[in-house]
């Protein structure tokens, strides 16, 4: 067999070791804490203030500064900013995964957007970047220490859970020459969902071509999850110039997922009739499916560095070590499946079909679904990522001018490890159906109430009858293969950067010129499986060749930035820069993974080359009275060798007819837009001091000539041609309110061979709520309410709106709590 649990590595005891001393090092601090030493408790001077931004490194628009909130996160200061756009979360320069929930605003100096990459940060920040400065434990004013305790609902099926978390800020000594931050969070809470999916296809009925159902079901998705956070920070000052640091953070990740999915798939029948109401069918099948799982991740990071300060000279130097391991264990999955059934769907409401069986059949009868495969399935995920950096700056070069130059050098390694097990079982000596792993949990209830779900397997039973019956299970050595041995490889990249850049200014001028230059180096091992045809002619697995590959490239990405002062409110921004995209390891790997049952084929291309990008930004503010603000910005991104994931159909060999995926680069494409922004209190209005209003629109095109589709000029995927984001504010004394509206127009999810296969998602909208209230002067209460009118997560269409091909049902959620500061 293939699977199974292996044996423990090395790698996985290190991490055990290491996260058991780390855990105890933060209790230790919290511990220390509890009676904080004889520090003075003062309010910080964060709460109704701008935010100090060291503007001397970046040039911003005023409306990309974001204001913290005295005793709140940096996430919820960032979520009253819906009109803000990122991809990419920068901490201190560098590229970080900590959650912003997890910052508070104490901890940090500043936040901004950057929507422009600057020399300094890497040239694959692209889609703008929030990027924060950490304020030393030395720094602060006073020691805090806060408990944080929130309930979460989920509407779906009125699961709850809740998140605690304790946490420490502070000098340790009177001396004030050590501080340290630490916190704890555990979080459980519930996830779920029901989703639709339906796929259409051409078919010949009565001698007419007609677009038909190929297949369309529902089912559910419930997950329970468990997440514990460590986090410890230390701060040492040597000296007045000379500070050292050290942060640490750990994150445990464990989820229980069960999925149903139940599909009548038409494709194995023949269609009798067709019309626009909907279609008949005879022989058609049924099939029953559960999948359940529980996976484990832990994501340990170490940050150590220092800052050296003196005169007009800067330096800082910090090493960072990240190390992420993802386990799935139990990961059973089973399909149960009713043959020759005869079938009938109506479009009565094309977004959601109804189906009736239409012969002797039973739709609910479990000794109907006779097993047709199980999968038996391990997977195991090592991400290692090692990072150092070297920043020098010098600052008043020349005094008039406020010049400074700024270069460094970075050199990043990460390494991947996937190793993949499935065994499948497509065959049973003897009888096996639902009724001998029947589920008692029923669905009475599915896309608010469309559908219904009362025969299921339970995945639990499922398995204990396979275990306890292995020897009369059929092992598909083929299958097995195909599904596993591509999915197991190894990759490395390495990216070492140097850059260089300059600040000046000059009246009502100033700019950033700058350059940074990268030298990418990804080498990797993937499989291919052979396939043969025996002497009965059937297709067997024949051998598993190990298939190497590497690539490099260097890439050289000038910077420029300006800002002309027009008038004391009228201020001018442009830039031009270049940045990238490197195509995933996933993409590069040279596999192939055979469905010879769907006839599919998905391929690695080792060839792939990254995506460049050439930006051009000018934005306009304006200064309106009463700290009103309107902001007009112009874009264009010229892309080259953008990556697509291209379907086609081969032509000759043991897999003609089969449809290959391969992800490949296209020609040119061009990205243009607007976006205004307009920020206005709106107390003067005969309305209650305190009201304000953040309005922004985004209109852009995209245009992309794909090599499937030559001569039509077709959008890039992903990218909705109209964006529009409202926001309702209140801040009163103490209360502050906000509700959240975001408007998307459709946009292409895949181009296809034809327009008939193209994917769309529909338009969508989406309403949220928050509030606050400072009950006292040390407690905080909270409310949160997402997805408010229960608008769905996605409604795609296939080729054309009238037909549908999926749906995700993902109702309001809520969570409030309460924070409090001892």
């Excluded at 079901?217 to 460590?230: A, L, M, N, P, Q």
């Excluded at 529980?294 to 130097?317: M, R």
């Excluded at 190497?548 to 930035?561: I, L, M, R, T």
């Excluded at 995506?611 to 603000?629: I, K, V």
């Amino acid at each position: 067999m293939i699977s199974g649990s292996g044996p423990v590595s090395d790698s996985y005891i290190r991490t055990r070791l290491v996260s058991l001393i780390f855990k105890f090092a933060v209790f230790g601090v919290l511990l220390s804490m509890a009676e904080p030493i004889g520090l003075a408790a003062e309010e910080i001077e964060t709460e109704g203030t701008e935010n100090v931004i060291d503007s001397s490194e970046t040039i911003i628009s005023q409306k990309d500064n974001v204001n913290l909130v005295k005793d709140s996160s940096v996430a919820e200061a960032v979520k009253r900013r819906p009109d803000l756009n990122f991809a990419n979360v920068t901490i201190d320069g560098e590229n970080s995964g900590v959650s912003l929930s997890n910052l508070q605003a104490e901890d940090v100096t500043s936040v901004e957007v950057m929507k422009a990459v600057t020399p300094d940060l890497d040239a694959n920040s692209r889609g703008g970047s929030i990027s924060l400065r950490t304020r030393s434990t030395l720094d602060q004013k006073n020691s805090i220490t806060a408990i944080e305790g929130a309930f979460y609902y989920d509407s779906i099926d009125g699961a709850t859970g809740g998140r605690t978390k304790i946490s420490y800020s502070g000098a340790l000594n009177e001396a004030r020459t050590w501080g340290a931050r630490a916190f704890i969070t555990y979080r459980a809470s519930p996830y779920a969902s029901n989703s639709l999916y339906q796929d259409w296809q051409t078919a010949t009925v009565d001698d007419l071509d007609e677009f038909v159902i190929k297949d369309t079901g529902y089912g559910t998705f419930e997950r329970d999850i468990e997440v514990t956070e460590y986090s410890l920070a230390l701060d040492y000052k040597a000296t007045e110039d000379m500070h050292f640091f050290w942060r640490n953070s750990m994150e445990i990740r464990d989820y229980d997922t069960t999925i149903t999915v139940f599909k009548y798939r038409f494709f194995r029948g023949d269609y009798v009739s067709v019309n626009d109401r909907g279609g008949n069918l005879e022989g058609a099948e049924i099939r029953n499916s559960i999948w359940q799982y529980s996976s484990n991740s832990d994501d340990l990071e170490s940050i150590i560095g220092g800052v050296y300060e003196a005169n007009n000279f800067f330096i800082d130097f910090k090493y960072t070590c990240n190390y992420d391991d993802l386990e799935y264990l139990n990961y059973f999955t089973t399909d149960f499946v009713q043959e020759d059934v005869d079938l009938r769907y109506e479009l009565d409401d094309p977004k959601f079909p109804t189906t009736t069986i239409t012969n002797d059949k039973l739709l609910e009868d479990p000794e109907a679904y006779v097993f047709e495969d199980l999968g038996n399935h391990h997977l195991l995920d090592e991400e290692s990522d090692a990072i150092g950096a070297l920043n020098i700056k010098w600052d008043g070069l020349l005094s008039k001018q406020n010049a400074f130059i700024k270069a460094g050098f970075k050199t990043r390694t990460q390494e991947r490890l996937r190793e993949s097990g499935v065994d499948i079982y497509d065959d049973f000596n003897g009888s096996y159906t639902i009724a001998d792993a029947l589920s008692e949990r029923t669905y009475p209830d599915i896309l608010d109430g469309r559908y219904s779900l009362h025969t299921l397997p339970d995945a639990s039973a499922a398995q204990d009858f396979f275990e306890s019956n292995l020897d009369r299970f059929e092992f598909n050595e083929r299958r097995s293969r195909e599904n596993t041995d591509p999915n197991t490889y190894v990759a490395n990249e390495t990216v070492d950067a140097l850059y260089g850049m300059i600040n000046f200014e000059w009246v009502k001028w100033r700019a950033i010129l700058g350059a940074r230059h990268e030298t990418t180096h990804v080498d990797f091992v993937g499989n291919e499986v052979i396939l043969d045809v025996d002497e009965n002619g059937e297709v067997v697995y024949k051998e598993t060749n190990a298939v190497p590959g590497e690539s490099k490239y260097d890439n050289f990405f000038p910077n420029v930035h300006f800002r002309y002062n027009w008038t004391e409110t009228i201020t001018l921004i442009s830039s031009y820069t270049e940045t990238i995209d490197r195509p995933s390891y996933t993409y590069l790997v040279p596999y192939r993974r055979v469905n010879l049952e769907g006839q599919e084929i998905e391929e690695g291309n080792p060839d792939l080359l990254p995506t460049a990008y050439t930006n051009f930004d000018l934005s306009f503010d304006l200064e309106l009275p009463a700290r009103a603000l309107f902001s007009v910005e112009f874009f264009n991104r010229s892309v080259e060798d953008f990556i697509f994931n291209r379907e086609q159909i081969i032509q000759s060999g043991i897999y003609q007819g089969f449809e290959l995926d391969r992800y490949e680069n296209s020609t040119t494409a061009d990205i243009q837009g607007a976006s205004l922004t307009w920020r206005q209190p709106i107390d003067n209005f005969l309305l209650p001091d305190g009201l304000s209003l953040n309005a922004n629109y985004t209109k852009q095109k995209s245009e992309i000539e794909y090599p499937a589709r030559p001569r039509e000029i077709l959008p890039l995927t992903h990218i909705p041609d109209n964006e529009l984001k409202l926001t309702l504010s209140y801040q009163g004394e103490k209360l502050f309110a906000q509700v959240r509206y975001a408007y998307e127009t459709a946009q292409p999810t895949r181009i296809a061979r034809n327009a008939d296969e193209d994917s769309y998602y529909l338009e969508k909208d989406k309403i949220e709520l928050s509030l606050t209230y400072q009950l006292n002067k040390k407690i905080r209460l909270f409310a949160d309410v997402q997805n408010l009118t229960n608008e769905p997560y996605y409604d795609r269409y296939e080729g054309d709106p009238s037909r549908p091909s999926g749906f995700r049902y993902f109702p309001w959620t809520m969570s409030s709590g309460a924070r409090v500061e001892l």
